[in-house]
C-alpha cells in the first residue's frame, strides 16, 4: 500500500510495473482522489499492511484499531485519482474500507487498487511503466551510501539512521564507494534487467520515522544538503530510480551484475 508500512520481502516476482503487489493499492482524499502519503500523513508509517492468497486478501493493522480483513477487488467501480502528474481510473475498494482507514488516520479517504486497463508511462532515461508509485517502477539503494550517510550524520551530532527511512524496493551491498547506484545504466538483479531512469530526490518522508509515524526533525535531509545538492536542481538526492526491462525473480542474495556504467 502506497505510502504505509513497508513489507520486507526474501523474495519476490518481479513485473514491468516494479515488485509484484507494490504500491497496487492506495489512499486517496475522498472529495478530490489526490494520492495520500508521509508527507502530510506521517501516521501513515503505522498502519501495517500483510497479503495473503497472492494478494487476494489484504489484512491491516494500526495502533488502536482491530485488524481489518479486505478481499482485494481487482475489477469494479472507477473513481478518478491521481498520483502527481498522472490522473487515471482507480477501482474503489468500498465502504468498509473507506471507513477503516478514515478512522485510523481521521481522514476522509478510499481505497483504490490499480484498474486492469492501467497504463502509466514513467519518464526518465529508460521509458518504463508503474503503478501507484510516484513516478517509477523501483527504487535502488545501496549500502556504502547510507554507511556514508550515517558517517557524516555521527560527525555532526545525530544518530545514525536506518535504510528504511529511505522506503527502497531493492538496496545493493558490495561497493565501497557511495551513490555507485546513480552511475548504473543497465544491470540484472537476479534474473531481472533493470535500466536508469534518474536520480532521486528525496521528499520530507526520509525525516518520518516508520516506527512510530513521526517526523523526527530535519535529518537526514540537512546532512544530505551538504553534499548531495545538486546546483543545477533544487532538493537533495539519495538513491536511483529505475524501470523494469526484463521481468523476473529476484531474492536477498542475488548478484547484480551491471551491464553498462554511464560513461
Not at 551513490?179 to 535500466?195: S, T, Y
Not at 533544487?234 to 524501470?243: I, R
Request: proline share 8%.
Amino acid at each position: 500500500m502506497k505510502g504505509c508500512a513497508g513489507i520486507p520481502l526474501d523474495r519476490t516476482e518481479v513485473t514491468l510495473r516494479g515488485l509484484r503487489h507494490d504500491r497496487q493499492l492506495m489512499l486517496v482524499h475522498s472529495d478530490t482522489g489526490q494520492f495520500v502519503s508521509q508527507r502530510s500523513l506521517p501516521a501513515m508509517a503505522t498502519v501495517r499492511p500483510r497479503l495473503f492468497d497472492d494478494g487476494a486478501t489484504l489484512v491491516v493493522s494500526a495502533p488502536g484499531m482491530e485488524e481489518f480483513k479486505l478481499t482485494v477487488a481487482p475489477d469494479g467501480p472507477r473513481r478518478q485519482v491521481t498520483v502527481f502528474r498522472h490522473t487515471g481510473p482507480g477501482v474503489d475498494q468500498g465502504d468498509e474500507a473507506a471507513d477503516w482507514f478514515g478512522e485510523a488516520l481521521r481522514l476522509r479517504c478510499r481505497l483504490v487498487g490499480v484498474p486492469p486497463e492501467h497504463q502509466r508511462v514513467a519518464s526518465g532515461e529508460t521509458p518504463g511503466t508503474t503503478g501507484f508509485a510516484d513516478a517509477h517502477a523501483l527504487l535502488i539503494t545501496s549500502l556504502g551510501s547510507l554507511d556514508e550517510l550515517n558517517q557524516r550524520l555521527v560527525e555532526r551530532g545525530a544518530d545514525p539512521l536506518p535504510m528504511n527511512r529511505f522506503r527502497p524496493n531493492i538496496v545493493l551491498a558490495g561497493w565501497d564507494e557511495p551513490h555507485r547506484e546513480d552511475d548504473v545504466r543497465q544491470a540484472l538483479v537476479g534474473d531481472v534487467e533493470i535500466g536508469y531512469a534518474k536520480r532521486c530526490k528525496r521528499c520530507p518522508v526520509p525525516t518520518v520515522d516508520q516506527e512510530i509515524g513521526r517526523k523526527s526533525g530535519p535529518e537526514p535531509l540537512r546532512t544530505l544538503a551538504t553534499y548531495r545538492r545538486d546546483p543545477q536542481e533544487s532538493g537533495v538526492f539519495f538513491g536511483m530510480k529505475a524501470a523494469v526491462t526484463q521481468p523476473g525473480t529476484i531474492a536477498v542474495g542475488d548478484t547484480c551484475t551491471v551491464l553498462r556504467w554511464a560513461q
